[in-house]
């Protein structure tokens, strides 16, 4: 009842839903307000994923399919700038991809950024967001300059201009030469943004490449 009471309270202040944005069932946690406890719990690796040959990337992982309950997350985490869940994301992936990088042992976590101007109206990068809740350490190495429209639905020159958009930081070379770098990013498409990362990363001396996705679209 007391629950009830402050779930309307923090709902009438506009801070969560009471409603899954899943599957629309009802919501009787306080730690998040966005997903219910029955599609948290459908949240599990899937396998087998059909990997394929990304050019520069030595291995990747990715979490599960761009579908579902995982798919209405990450949406709902990049549009609303929803950081709860996106802190809520990385805690549901963070075994697996613990798991990936005791293995693989690199020598420096990262993640695209995102273009300053979208970065000051949202105020923050989803992809750190997640890195956070998983409790995972991460540099930033590269930068965003100009175009940076919402990727859905984009002519295939715009999709370019999106991919070319991303570049290294400054002084960041001595942080990348003769690294294991492991980039981590919500969802492989194309593959076409990774494969910028990865060759940004090489042509500074990182020595490998590797990635990890929370979902693959296919
Ligand atoms: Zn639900």
New binding site residues.
Partial sequence: MVIRILANIVKSLGICEEE?I??G?KIYYLDQGY??E??IKSLKPYHPVQYKRLDYIRSYRVFGRYEGTLKDIIQNVKFHANIPLARLLGKVIAAYLWEYIQNLKPDLITCPAINVRRYWSRGFNHAEEILKGADIPYIKVFTRTGFDPASAGLKSEDRLRVVKSHHLRKNTIDLLEDKKVLIFDDVLTTGATIKRLAELALSVGASQVHAFFVAEAL
Avoid: F, I
Wanted: hydrophobic share 10%.
């Fill in positions: 899954c899943s599957c069932g997903v219910c029955k599609c």
